[in-house]
């Protein structure tokens, strides 16, 4: 065969060679980014599964914290987290934008949901604590919805990164034998190649071409050797062999670039283990109920050496034996909700038991034989606090109970007695007493009825703290209903010339299902207070209907007067507990600073709201809201207040209403002022007027008469208004 011949032959043969080793450096180099992406991706995607649950558990840690202690700073690392640092979008925005599967991104987007979800369960909790419902917070902070939602944002994102790390250490692995085979493919061509160079010009290109080659073996050999710094560039070669040592220089690189990568995966792997161990909870890893791996802090919690809880059986590291049904429960719950969450006594090397949280999750629910993932957190503290908040929880119901209950009793006993004596002062006034003995027994019946009006207050309130007044839901007028509270309290206004008004809104319905007891309460208690602390002008009240569904009507009722105001300061104070505006108020008023916590317990037993608006030296504005329910089948149901003009409400000094009541010489109308009066004021003295007046009364008040002196002889005041006939 001719040179010339040869040298086309090898011209052919060292281009198919040149190619095939170029598609071969070309195949390698794609595989090898590939294989770095997908590790990349891994770690990425490891991360943001740790921000993730990292920004759920700053969130769960900040809700408790608040529901135990309630303080502010927890709520504002809340808001903090929730909306400037915002680990948890973060993680989700790039755990979505780095997987494009389906399922994961379905899975992601589940957790995300679910921490939505939880957030606002969070938020309750938040609502409950900042209304001093402390005992609902903390139900909800530690109750099963809690720990159900809690798993429901970390089962779905738990299976995506295990199906994540599944799918990349699979890219990876295929990436790594690829680059293997393309590797050991590019060795083969490449010396397929420089032994057809041998073989077709031994003679020839001795001196060009087989020495040249001499020298490329020698390389080669040293790259096979793992050197890295091999340079095939030989100026004395034929240009044919200095581009196959520029092809060689290039494989040489992808030998370079392939050894990096290696390396990148090494470093990788160093990385995940790092995480593995630097995890803020135990974690192991089992197959057939053996421990295959765990890292360190778990052998620390359990007190072994990381080395002798491989091939340890699991059982021996529960307090009580794992039998059989417990293995298959926790089967059954991997295979069914994906993840199983138990709490179970542990023990340590040392023999001693402590409370631990499982979680664990199926590699692969159709093989089991991949084993599973368990994180294991010692939960002692976790418990030993909330047994020690339950048994306080308990000790201040126990006491709260304790506290009311002696207040009711004390307050009824009291009562009782004040009962007598102010009926004994009544009696002892009409013996005969000269002028300084009377000014005596005026100020003891003052007294005396300030201090009941007290007790009745404190009896109230201890009821209202004991959960122990019912509400009623039986018809009542409304419309008299109000007009029956001025009357009462009109004599008041008149002895400090103020006007005492009554507006009710058109269009409401007459009759109404409720309990009017309360709601005269509530009423008398705020237009005494209007009264009290105004000294010109009017005192006017409001009623109107808020809005009405479902056959129900919430109403709100408002008392405006001129009186001396409020700071907004001390309209903060205001329905709380034996709190009054100031103390000046209270030296001059007097009053226990019951009545308007009263008045918001009442409103709100029956689903209402209190409120008041205040400008000193101006006037306020007292509200409450009630839930009422409009009757269907009343004969007076279709009825509604007519349209009227506010005006002043008739009162017992029109001689019109008492002149058809002159009776036996008696001056009806002072009489019945005289008891009107007393009954607005809770003076004990109106019974002996109703008993000596007895014949008089019947004949003026009809049949309302034996009624109303049964409530009077009960001290039942508030019944006996309700039962004073709004017209004479």
Not at 65 to 90: H, M, S
Not at 500 to 508: C, D, E, H, S
Not at 569 to 578: A, G, I, R, T, V
Request: hydrophobic share 45%; proline share 3%.
């Amino acid at each position: 065969m001719k040179i010339q011949t040869a040298s086309r032959l090898l011209t052919g043969l060292l281009s198919l060679m040149s190619l095939l080793s170029l598609g071969m450096f070309l195949w390698s180099t794609a595989y090898m980014e590939r294989c770095q992406e997908s590790l990349s991706h891994q770690l990425n995607d490891t991360m943001s599964a740790i921000q993730f649950r990292q920004g759920s558990d700053t969130l769960t840690a900040a809700v408790r914290a608040y529901a135990a202690t309630g303080e502010q700073r927890y709520r504002d690392e809340f808001e903090i987290e929730l909306t400037q640092v915002r680990q948890r979008e973060n993680a989700i925005r790039q755990l979505v934008l780095q997987n494009d599967n389906a399922r994961e991104t379905t899975l992601i987007m589940a957790a995300k949901r679910a921490s939505d979800e939880l957030v606002e369960l969070e938020r309750r909790i938040f609502q409950a604590s900042a209304e001093h419902r402390r005992d609902e917070a903390l139900e909800l902070a530690y109750g099963a919805e809690y720990w159900k939602k809690k798993a429901a944002v970390l089962a779905p994102i738990t299976e995506a990164m295990i199906t994540i790390s599944q799918r990349r250490s699979a890219e990876s692995q295929q990436a790594i034998e690829a680059a293997q085979h393309v590797r050991l493919a590019a060795v083969v061509i490449t010396l397929l190649n420089v032994a057809s160079v041998l073989a077709v010009l031994l003679g020839y290109y001795a001196r060009r071409v087989i020495m040249p080659l001499s020298r490329i073996g020698t390389r080669l050999v040293r790259l096979g050797d793992g050197e890295s710094d091999i340079h095939f560039e030989d100026p004395s070669a034929a240009e044919e062999l200095r581009e196959f040592n520029a092809m060689l220089e290039r494989h040489a690189q992808v030998v370079q670039s392939m050894y990096q990568h290696r390396q990148d995966l090494s470093q990788a792997h160093r990385q995940q283990l790092a995480i593995f161990n630097a995890a803020s909870s135990g974690i192991a890893f089992t197959r057939e109920h053996r421990i295959v791996d765990c890292n360190e802090l778990l052998a620390q919690k359990l007190g072994y050496p990381r080395e002798h809880l491989i091939g340890m059986p699991t059982s021996e590291l529960f307090l009580d034996p794992v039998t059989p049904a417990d293995q298959a429960r926790s089967l059954t719950t991997l295979r069914g909700i994906g993840i199983d969450r138990y709490e179970r006594q542990m023990v340590r090397r040392s023999g001693e038991p402590f409370w631990a949280r499982l979680s664990g999750k199926m590699f692969d629910v159709d093989d089991i034989s991949q084993g599973s993932v368990w994180v294991v957190d010692d939960i002692s503290a976790e418990r030993l606090a909330n047994e020690r908040m339950a048994e306080a929880r308990r000790m201040a119901d126990e006491v709260m109970q304790l506290k009311s209950n002696f207040l009711a009793n004390m307050s009824h006993e009291i009562r009782t007695p004040m009962s007598a004596i102010l009926g004994m002062l009544h009696l002892l006034g009409n013996t005969g007493l000269d002028a300084r003995q009377l000014d005596y027994l005026r100020r003891i019946d003052i007294a005396s009825k300030h201090l009941l009006e007290m007790l009745n207050a404190v009896l109230d309130f201890s009821k209202l703290e004991a959960g122990q007044i019912q509400v009623e839901e039986i018809e009542f007028d409304l419309e008299r209903l109000c007009e029956d509270v001025c009357a009462m309290l009109r004599v008041v206004a008149e002895a400090k010339a103020i006007d005492l008004l009554l507006q009710v809104a058109p269009g409401l319905p007459r009759v109404l299902l409720g309990d009017p007891t309360r709601l005269s309460q509530i009423l008398i208690n705020y237009t005494n207070n209007a009264l009290k602390f105004t000294d010109a002008g009017q005192v006017e009240i409001k009623v109107e209907g808020l809005a009405q569904t479902d056959g129900m009507l919430m109403l709100r009722v408002e008392v405006h007067d001129s009186g001396i105001g409020l700071t907004s300061e001390q309209c903060c104070k205001l329905f709380q507990s034996f709190v009054q505006a100031e103390g000046a108020t209270t030296r001059r008023y007097g009053g226990s600073g019951l009545g308007l916590a009263i008045c918001k317990g009442l409103a709100e037993l029956m689903g209402g709201k209190v409120g008041v608006s205040s400008t000193p030296g101006v006037g306020s504005i007292f509200w409450f809201t009630a839930l009422v329910r409009v009757p269907v089948k009343s004969a007076m149901a279709a009825e509604t207040i007519p349209t009227l003009a506010p005006a002043r409400l008739p009162d017992l000094h029109d001689p019109k209403m008492t002149e058809s009541v002159q009776v036996g010489g008696v001056d009806a109308k002072a009489l019945l002022l005289k008891i009107a009066n007393g009954l607005s004021r809770n003076e004990f003295s109106v019974r002996e007027l109703i008993v000596q007046n007895e014949s008089q009364l019947r004949k003026c008040l009809g049949e309302t008469y034996g009624p109303l002196r049964g409530a009077v002889e009960q001290f039942d005041f508030a019944h006996a208004r309700k039962l004073w006939p709004k017209k004479l």
